[in-house]
């Protein structure tokens, strides 16, 4: 996605973009293998969703024909959070709902319908071609056919996602090593599809059953999606995996905190076997901080950070970069007329960096809940936990502050809205319902 949504921002300001994809994609909505995670549960948070209909008009239209199921999540999602229901709020909050596939097919044929805008499919980077003094980064070397090439390039985007080999090579031109920061989680998936449940069975039509840390480390998606079916998806972190095998799958879904997930599966028509993916850790790659980060190159996507799946981040930060880029080359007058200067480049990933500290914020320190969790915990933590859980503990019962999380978590507000004076006031004089 970070790739897709680059190529169409680009696309306005160049002659000509060029996609570099490992895989021979197919016109069709299946999983690939540049993409483990595809069978699993995907989230398009409302941001993103907003992003994509302006870059691709009539997209949403598109993925409902499709089959995309739009719900209002104000009444349509039951979410078991810190040990209880959150409360349903009044209103419309209309989302989006899709496997991964489906979703990357309609933007891939949208993006490949841009004139100026080329695949090339079955290659591999190899590395990066530079100026003779290395400060500006001028295009890509290839393997394709079995042939090496070099593709000349005003702007390289690296959208190689988390296996990205961009440290490496930029320590090839001589420039600094890039620091990182890692939080460790070992998370499992294991998904299958299933027949959903005719409508008016269940009171919800999207299940989010999220075990109670620090105790608990099950949960369980279950979403709608297209074709009548099901993606049912459990989650285990920090070696507490589902299995992949059907009875084990249902075992591992009985014994989640509630029975509400396993009642809803456990007669289920089942479409497919449990497939599973593991995520050994949150991973975020400090561009920002090179003093010498070169011209003529750009990181986003899961290169530049990569979250812990299970927070549904991944998709939309990857789109904010791509908006982000947007509004730079429009400020940009010479776009296409030579190698992105430094001041651009490091310009633009100083910008994404800020635009990730909320998301790694929020989901690190979720994460950092469990003891067992490794990684450097931020100062004032416990405070901000302690404030969180009961926020979301009045959630149960207020459904003001069910309201405003689903704003913060689908990034349309910044976290400080959970800060402002009448939130407070609740949450430090709200008697707390049972948990």
């Given amino acids: ?98 496997t991964r596939p489906l979703l990357e097919l309609e933007v891939r044929r949208a993006v490949m319908g841009i004139p100026n805008v080329q695949f090339i499919q079955g290659a591999d980077v190899l590395g990066l071609t530079s100026s003779s003094d290395r400060r500006f980064v001028q295009g890509v070397r290839i393997r394709r056919g079995g042939a090496e090439e070099t593709l000349a390039a005003d702007l390289v985007i690296d959208a190689s996602g988390r296996g990205s080999r961009m440290p490496a090579w930029l320590e090839a031109l001589g420039r600094s090593k890039v620091k990182e920061t890692i939080v460790t989680v070992d998370v499992a998936y294991s998904t299958r599809r299933l027949k959903r449940a005719p409508p008016g069975k269940h009171k919800w039509s999207a299940l989010f059953v999220v075990g109670k840390s620090p105790t608990s480390k099950r949960g369980g998606i279950l979403l709608p999606v297209e074709g009548g079916d099901w993606l049912a998806t459990l989650v285990g972190l920090l070696g507490d995996h589902p299995p992949t095998d059907p009875a084990g799958w249902l075992e591992f879904a009985r014994n989640l905190e509630v029975p509400d997930y396993y009642e809803a599966v456990k007669d289920a028509e089942p479409v497919t076997d449990p497939v599973g993916f593991k995520f050994p850790s949150h991973q975020r790659r400090h561009y920002e901080q090179m003093a010498d980060f070169p011209g003529g190159l750009v990181v986003l996507g899961d290169s530049h950070c990569s979250f812990n799946p299970v927070y549904a981040q991944g998709m939309t930060t990857s789109i904010l970069g791509a908006e982000l880029l947007k509004r730079q080359l429009e400020a940009w007058p010479r776009a296409g007329a030579g190698p992105a200067p430094e001041d651009f480049t490091r310009k633009f990933q100083r910008a994404l960096a800020q635009a990730t500290n909320d998301p790694w914020a929020a989901a690190t320190g979720e994460d950092f809940r469990y003891p067992e969790v490794q990684g450097k915990r931020p100062f004032g933590l416990s405070a901000i936990q302690w404030y969180t859980q009961r926020f979301h503990r009045l959630s149960h019962v207020d459904p003001e502050l069910t309201s405003t999380f689903y704003r913060v978590v689908h990034m349309l507000d910044p976290i400080k809205e959970m800060l402002k004076p009448k939130i407070v006031w609740k949450v430090l004089k709200g008697p707390l319902p049972p948990a």
Avoid: Y
């Fill in 1 to 98: 996605m970070a790739g897709l949504t680059a190529a169409r921002v680009a696309a306005d300001h160049f002659e000509k973009v060029t996609l570099i994809e490992r895989d021979v994609l197919e016109d069709s909505a299946d999983a690939r293998k540049g993409v483990p995670q595809g069978r699993h549960a995907h989230g398009m948070l409302k941001r993103g969703e907003e992003i994509l209909e302006v870059l691709f008009p009539g997209l949403t239209q598109r993925l409902e024909a499709a089959g995309a199921v739009n719900m209002n999540i104000n009444e349509g999602i039951a979410w078991r959070h810190f040990g209880g229901w959150k409360a349903h709020p009044p209103g419309v909050f209309m989302a989006l709902f899709f």
